[in-house]
């Protein structure tokens, strides 16, 4: 049955990747450990050990003259309770304006926080040594890379990191965790990276290195502090607040007015990270006339 093929729906909740090479992924399911090829169009290809799945590609990448000639790639890293499906509009367009890009799949409501850092800590270094990178995150994906960046190993490795853009993430905890963790059922079905969004365990987490430019984009309703989601105290998306959003050291902020569900395909969210990449602003300059 290794060999058997069949469609997937590429992970979701259940698979975190482990390996990225061609559009194809070595994922890891979060019960059993086991492990799987999908190619770039989802179907999978091989099951077995992470070792057996990186050999079979490696048998295939010559039998079919892959090559992986990426030089710079765009990473994207969606939220709790999301998939990497949040992300395709914004995908097609940084394509379009030629930028290679790879969307992330973890099961971010099985595990707490650190695991997350330790599949993504294997990713970066089983597939993006010697490339330059680019992030665009969502929600908790932005706090998962603020510990990434710190791990010690990574940090070792010498990452060409570009620039990064955190959307709606929630930098100093969120208030909405602290009330969905009052009720049991939610508390279970959201994960144990829920109580980590707890502000008092943000306190003392880590913020990006120093070196790396990074920008933050939040979304708001009333710029009379009323937000979407009335129960969290300031201007939020329903679901994070905008003053929860921020974090020292951010080169550039952009607030939209927009929820939390929908603000990665927004059209002007799309453009200011585009901006962001490529100008490392979130605006558009305007030359004054003289």
């Known amino acids: 049955m290794k060999n058997f093929q069949f469609f997937t729906f590429g992970g979701f909740q259940l698979w975190g990747d482990l390996f990225y090479s061609c559009g194809w992924r070595i994922q890891q399911n979060f019960w059993s450990k086991k492990c799987r090829l999908l190619d770039a169009w989802n179907i999978r290809r091989f099951a ?11 048998v295939i990448k010559e039998a079919y003259e892959l090559k992986d000639d990426v030089k710079e790639l765009v990473v994207m890293m969606h939220g709790l309770s999301r998939t990497r499906c949040i992300f395709n509009k914004m995908a097609k367009e940084l ?22 850092v330790e599949q993504f800590k294997v990713l970066m270094l089983s597939s993006f040594v010697g490339k330059k990178l680019y992030f665009v995150t969502h929600s908790l994906g932005g706090i998962i890379l603020r510990k990434l960046l710190n791990d010690p190993e990574i940090i070792n490795a010498k990452f060409d990191i570009k620039r990064i853009v955190q959307i709606a ?6 208030q909405l965790s602290i009330m969905i963790g009052k009720v049991g059922l939610l508390r279970k079905i959201m994960g144990p990276s829920l109580a980590d969004l707890n502000p008092e365990n943000m306190i003392d987490f880590p913020k990006f290195p120093e070196e790396i430019e990074f920008g933050i984009i939040s979304g708001y309703k009333d710029d009379d502090g009323v937000g979407y989601n009335r129960k969290l105290s300031g201007d939020n998306d329903g679901v994070v607040t905008v003053d929860e959003t921020m974090l020292d050291g951010a080169k550039a902020t952009y607030k939209i007015r927009t929820i939390h569900t929908f603000i990665c395909a927004n059209k ?8 962001f990449f490529t100008k490392g602003s979130f605006t558009v300059s305007r030359k004054t006339k003289k």
């Open 48 to 58: 077995g050990t992470y070792d057996e799945c990186k050999a079979q590609f490696e």
């Open 169 to 174: 993430p929630p930098n100093q905890g969120s």
């Open 268 to 275: 002007s969210v799309i453009a200011a990270v585009k901006r």
């Open 95 to 116: 394509q379009a304006d030629g930028f290679d890009t790879y969307l992330a799949n973890y099961p971010s409501m099985r595990a707490d926080i650190d695991h997350h």
